[in-house]
């Protein structure tokens, strides 16, 4: 790997703190969560690579303060794209849904939902051409997490399930194995906050008929601070990486589970 493009910087006193990249239209862009405090709002930014100057430049931002992790953005219909924030950073605002504006280039706001708990990330899904989203509630670091399906026609969500309880939840991540559905949850712990240092974290099926993720867990992995899952597939092998925030406070890392299908 090689530098491609000198680093983009944040504007002074800000932070990004994670980038979804999403093909819009045939153009590439990447969004970026950006954090300045918890009392003060910084805009989130749009960036559009450019074939001529083989680069990304800002084009557009938005108001979608207490964002954490990359955003979630996915295509449902012709031309439309949606993206999902969350509110972890700040109570003052809350997460919701927004619509990918071509003429303006603008990602606008169309739904607010109040029921969340500073929410740390979103995971968007399709099972049989249906689509899902759901979102890891943080605070209270026992809560639930909760399963909505989004419904195009009308640009609504729909919250069918909460499962819980959790161990401050941080992010969810869909995988499918054969045509079996599968989301793995990461659970943080919150140590500092609840002074539990070794949550679990846990995978579920989710059953297309019901359209619900089946309880209890299939399975539970001890995992510490785990702030992300990632998954792959080598072959016929198929893999989880667990980022591990820090173990006792003092140790960052990697573990790695595997499944043979």
């Known amino acids: 790997f090689k530098e491609l493009q000198p680093k983009i910087n944040s504007v002074s006193g800000t932070e990004f703190r994670g980038v979804t990249h999403q093909v819009m239209n045939g153009e590439d862009y990447l969004v970026a969560s950006v954090w300045k405090s918890y009392t003060q709002v910084a805009n989130s930014i749009v960036f559009q690579y450019s074939n001529i100057s083989q680069s990304f430049a800002q084009i557009s931002t938005f108001s979608a303060p207490g964002q954490v992790w990359g955003m979630s953005i996915f295509a449902a219909g012709v031309s439309n794209y949606y993206l999902l924030v969350s509110d972890y950073m700040t109570s003052n605002y809350k997460p919701g849904l927004f619509k990918w504006n071509v003429a303006t280039q603008i990602f606008e706001r169309k739904i607010t939902l109040t029921t969340t708990s500073q929410s740390m990330s979103w995971e968007h899904f399709t099972v049989e051409g249906i689509h899902y989203a759901i979102v890891a509630n943080t605070v209270p670091y026992t809560g639930n997490s909760d399963l909505y399906q989004f419904d195009a026609s009308n640009e609504e969500l729909t919250k069918i399930q909460s499962i819980g309880p959790q161990e401050a939840a941080q ?35 989710f059953d297309p008929v019901t359209k619900k993720l089946k309880t209890p867990a299939y399975q539970e992995i001890p995992t510490k601070e785990n702030i992300k899952w990632e998954y792959f597939s080598i072959g016929s092998d198929h893999f989880l990486c667990a980022v591990i925030f820090r173990t006792n406070r003092i140790n960052v890392g990697n573990d790695q589970y595997s499944q043979s299908s």
């Not at 079996?180 to 906050?193: E, I, Q």
């Open 171 to 205: 992010n969810w991540k869909y995988f499918n194995i054969d045509g079996v559905h599968y989301l793995a949850l990461a659970n943080g712990g919150a140590g500092v906050h609840t002074n539990n240092w070794n949550p679990t974290s846990k995978i579920y099926l």
